[in-house]
């Protein structure tokens, strides 16, 4: 069982579409990141949340906004998305920033 | 930033070899994190080595740091069909940031 819980599962979305992916872990954890990966390539870095704040932005283009509502909750707000924005995206979270990480099952997305 | 290189970037086995995966790096690593994904699956921790020549096991699982702590390798003994899965160093950079190895995929041979 993962400690760290993504919903939802899969989404399918047209590029006019607006919607959210959500990340909740309560392991007391602090930092909490958000990862693309396409298939058969690693994890890439999106966005990191230290304490709440957003600390690592990887120059990730405005149709994906984070957002951290408190330490256990991590979303990501998808808006006007493009078909080579499909894969799976991937919440972690950590103790501490750059600590060792927990990941959830993902989400694994779809734009038509 | 600092770039690390892992290899091989595939590796079939027989049931029952050795399976050695590196991970090399131009400058001073500050740790190192080893993570597991099995196909369809999410990255799992394994193992964070911080000292330098530090070598960790976990069962037939055996993870080293140089000396240097420019390079690192995770070795397992007597693979096992449960072992499938890519294997993938991940590093530091700069302060919070970590950067995921391009990973070695393991498939073995029943």
């Known amino acids: 069982d993962t400690e760290v819980t993504q919903t939802p599962k899969h989404l399918v979305m047209g590029m006019t579409n607006k919607k959210s992916l959500k990340c909740e872990q309560h392991?007391?954890?602090?930092?909490m990141y958000w990862y693309k990966q396409k298939a058969k390539k690693p994890p890439e870095l999106m966005f990191v949340y230290s304490y709440e704040k957003l600390s690592i932005n990887e120059s990730v283009p405005s149709r994906f906004s984070p957002e951290c509502p408190n330490s256990s909750l991590l979303n990501l707000h998808l808006h006007a998305l493009q078909p080579e924005d499909s894969a799976l995206y991937l919440c972690a979270s950590s103790q501490v920033a750059a600590g060792p990480q927990h990941f959830g099952d993902g989400t694994r997305l779809s734009i038509l | 930033g600092q770039q690390v290189m892992q290899i091989p970037q595939y590796q079939h086995v027989q049931e029952g070899e050795d399976f050695t995966t590196y991970c090399n790096s131009s400058t001073t690593l500050s740790n190192i994190q080893w993570y597991k994904q099995r196909p369809g699956g999410h990255p799992v921790f394994l193992i964070q080595?911080?000292?330098?020549?530090e070598v960790k096991k976990q069962k037939r699982l055996t993870f080293q740091f140089g000396e240097a702590k420019k390079n690192s390798s995770l070795h397992i003994t007597a693979t096992q069909t449960t072992d499938v899965g890519t294997y993938f160093c991940v590093s530091l950079q700069g302060a919070q940031k970590l950067v995921f190895g391009q990973g070695t995929r393991l498939t073995i041979n029943p």
């Open positions: 392991m007391g954890h602090r930092a």
């Open positions: 080595l911080v000292k330098s020549g």
